[in-house]
């Protein structure tokens, strides 16, 4: 018997200057097209995601981490469409936490990765990068 799937509802909105706002509160986010642009947005929300997916992970496990993440996009025409979109997508990870083995930590990565539904949604797929205390994870 399969239960009924869990949806997530998201909202935003656009004023006439285009400043962004969330009915949860928050900060406006002002249109700032030069420093701000749409692609720089979805960078930022897929780092975000996938850090809010890594420390939900983590702390169920028990763990406490500390954590940032730098985004990269190339966005150019696609050979397959002729379509401006993103053709290269990158994140780099770096995190701190109490030492793990190997397989836990990985794990935890897996989940991270598998659970971010911002770079679940992004074609091509992200390709991620992990330094975890200091170290590349390879």
Not at 129 to 134: A, M, Q, R
């Amino acid at each position: 018997m399969s239960g009924k799937p869990r949806i997530f509802r998201y909202d935003v909105a656009l004023d006439s200057s285009w400043a962004a706002t969330s009915p949860l509160g928050g900060i406006t986010i002002p249109n700032e097209e030069i420093e701000w642009t749409p692609e720089h947005l979805v960078l930022a929300g897929l780092c975000r995601c996938v850090l809010t997916s890594f420390r939900h992970h983590a702390r169920r496990a028990g763990h406490e981490p500390t954590a940032s993440a730098s985004g990269h996009g190339v966005v150019t025409r696609r050979e397959a469409d002729g379509r401006f979109a993103f053709v290269e997508i990158r994140v780099g990870l770096d995190v701190t936490l109490a030492t793990l083995p190997v397989d836990e930590l990985r794990g935890l990565i897996a989940s991270a990765e598998r659970d971010c539904f911002v770079g679940a949604s992004l074609t091509p797929a992200p390709g991620y990068s992990w330094v975890v205390n200091g170290e590349k994870l390879e």
